[in-house]
């Protein structure tokens, strides 16, 4: 696409009418905000589609629509929805040729593929197995699908038998499960003896009815595909002859709860070879594969120290005829989260946190040469057609927001092409807290930065309690984006200040920085947050310490326990009015044989609680609860299995058996988070009311 084009006027999807601000942000306005996602581009640049999800707030139902935009047309017409009303639609992909749809929906009782016109139509079935479709890859050639179903591993390609044996478990009379190893639980769901395990199926024709049978691939693997929880579509992918897929699998056998070492495997899509292992010689985790468009390389991320998972992600790139691999940008501190690769394999767009932001970046494949092509915000998706880019971008002050570019006019400095409203033209009466980077020196005189949101009715001269966030991970950040569970705007809009800081262990600052938490989860970190606290208040005069609560989840939740131990000054008084602590860990040691993913306990502590107890006791907030003084909120999530329900419980115990003011929220069908609408009302209804109480607003 021409830069000309790139520049066309904005095109919003409604007509926006002008509002005097009047109010903050508040969280009804949060989980009602239309939120934007996963752009597709056709291969000539010139059809968008993407995603939009709308939320009927009085049933708590969420319907995802498509929608889509001609980028060559210079009238001012918005995005038109394609998908019909009343259907609820993921996954979707183009045909090579741009002008087919595909998508999963559960519109007849389970996840299946569907394809409509592009340009909008009657969605038609394509398929029509006995179990749900869980993601999917479209071959090159547009003629099958690789798929992903949770199955039995006996049923080989019946999927039915995998049905039937869901059906007999549901109508035994004993309830009771015997399992022989780990893991029995991950995340937020029990196993249940099934596998992700990826099928292969010709599409039927125009007119035929849905496919019922597949084939099996790469059923010799005992790993997931995709990856548990999270992996997607994205974990695999086709080769552009269509002979193979290549998959990341983690093959551990017995020690899959406490080893990362996560493998790429070619996988025959059109017989039954057996699977190869691509990347044997890597005993850490190597995922995201993508292929040139010629075939001939194989681009994927790698990490180089087994057991982290947070390790920096390596670009690599893989010679497919000789099985070479090497590094193409060692010199490149920062760890890209996706890959897409230029038509002539020449570059790879990526994004990567970057120094409290999410910039999207060009890497030269011959020589690593990095430059960061668009930065101000997070990248939270992008795809690549030619020389256009489609990316969602959000910030600290608004959602995801679609944008169009030349990839040449980004380079230059070129201007995006906004394509749907930011989070202030949907709600014009809503005025956002204005934020700020700040840095200061910390732990070892290192520099550390942060972030200073304003309240929404901010007045010169005026103060101002604070609401002091601490982020989880704890190798993460709380940088400039946006988020739908702790979003700054949510306090920023109650009249509150707002202080995040990124402490050591935080990501986008180099891995060394992220590697120093590791062992030190009290120390540095404390120190940070400490120093930030001070340096923050000495620079902005609007922060009224005297009126500070802290928060944090899972490891912020962890400090929350920590500092309550520990953060006093010399008379021994606490610069915190209250504490909230989300689904924090209140036991070092028992979070050690409790929690399902043993690789992050094991790492973070140097071994396992048995091998190492000493490490396990050296910031363990349990130790010190009888210095604790100030009043706590505890919120935890039954189905939490990362942080279990006995750290939240343990820690109300606590503060009751102290006679701390304390109170206790718990959601019995949540886990880490807080996903459902009208519990995340609640959330930040009861945290808000907290702090009113012991700072006003």
Known sequence: MSLRLALLPLCLLVALPAAAQTRGLDVRDLVQLDR????????????????????????????TALYARNLL?????????????????????????????????????????????????????????????GSYQLSPDGTRIAFSADTFGECGADLACTKRKHAEAADAKSTGVVYDQLFVRHWDTWRDGTRSRLFVAELPAAGAAPVTTVRAA??????????????????????????????????????????????????????????????????????GPVFSDDG??????????????????????????????????????????????????????????????????????????????????????????????????NTIDSGDTLYTASLQGLETGAALRQITPTAAER???????????????????????????????????????????????????????????????????????????DFHGSTGYGQAFTDAISGDWGGKPLEDLQKGWAAAQQQYAFLDGDRACALGASYGGYMINWIAGNWFDRQGNSPWKCLVNHDGVFDTRSMGYVTE??????????????????????????????????????????????????????????????GIESKLLYFPDENHWVLQPHNSVLWHDTVNAWLRQYIGR
Do not use: C
């Not at 929906?105 to 909008?120: E, F, K, V, W």
């Not at 893989?318 to 897409?340: F, K, N, Q, Y």
């Not at 006791?617 to 039954?638: C, D, I, S, T, Y």
């Open 73 to 133: 047309t210079r009238d001012m017409a918005p995005p038109r929805r394609i998908t019909p009303e009343g259907w609820n639609v993921n996954s979707a992909t183009l045909s090579p040729d741009g002008q087919t749809l595909y998508f999963l929906s559960g519109r007849n009782g389970s996840s299946q593929l569907y394809a409509m016109p592009a340009t909008g139509g009657e969605p038609r079935q394509l398929t029509d197995v006995a179990v749900d479709i």
């Open 36 to 63: 934007v996602s996963s752009p597709l581009l056709s291969d000539d640049g010139r059809l968008l589609v993407f995603a939009q999800r709308a939320l009927d707030f009085d049933s708590g139902k969420a319907e």
């Open 597 to 658: 993913e043993l690789w992050f306990t094991e790492w973070e502590n140097g071994g396992t609680p048995f091998d190492q107890p000493s490490n396990y006791e050296r910031f363990n907030p349990v130790n010190h609860v009888a210095n604790w003084k100030v009043p706590m909120l505890v919120v935890q999530g039954e189905k939490d299995y990362r942080v279990p329900v006995d750290q939240g419980l343990s820690t109300f115990t606590a503060l009751q058996r102290k």
């Open 427 to 501: 709600l014009p009466d809503v005025a956002f807290g204005d934020y700020e980077q700040f840095s200061f020196k910390g732990a070892g005189n290192a520099t550390v930065y942060g972030y200073v949101v304003k309240p929404w009715n901010y007045q010169e001269g005026q103060t101002y309690p604070v609401a002091f966030l601490i982020h989880g991970g704890p190798q993460g950040s709380f940088g400039n984006g946006w988020s739908y569970r702790w979003n700054p705007q949510t306090y920023a809009g109650q009249g509150y200040a707002v202080v995040m800081i």
């Open 296 to 393: 001939a390389t194989l681009f994927y991320r790698a990490m180089k120290r087994p057991g982290f998972e947070a390790d920096r992600y390596a670009l690599m790139a893989l010679d497919v005829a000789s099985g070479a691999a090497r590094e193409i940008a060692p010199d490149w501190d920062r760890s890209p989260s996706s890959v897409a690769p230029s038509a002539d394999g020449s570059a790879l767009y990526v994004a990567a946190q970057d120094t409290g932001e999410y910039p999207l970046f060009r890497v030269d494949v011959a020589s690593g040469e990095v430059t960061k092509l668009l930065a101000d915000g997070t990248v939270s998706s992008f795809v690549v057609a030619g020389d256009t880019v489609a990316l969602t971008r």
């Open 218 to 287: 790469g059923h010799a693997l005992e790993g997931d595909i995709p990856s548990k929880p999270f992996g997607g579509a994205e974990d695999y992918v086709w080769s552009p002859d269509g002979r193979t897929l290549v998959a990341s699998v983690k093959v551990a056998g017995a020690a899959e709860p406490w080893s990362t070492n996560f493998d790429l495997y070619r996988i025959d899509a059109l017989g039954d070879a057996a699977p190869v292992n691509l990347t044997a010689d890597n005993p850490a985790w190597d995922t």
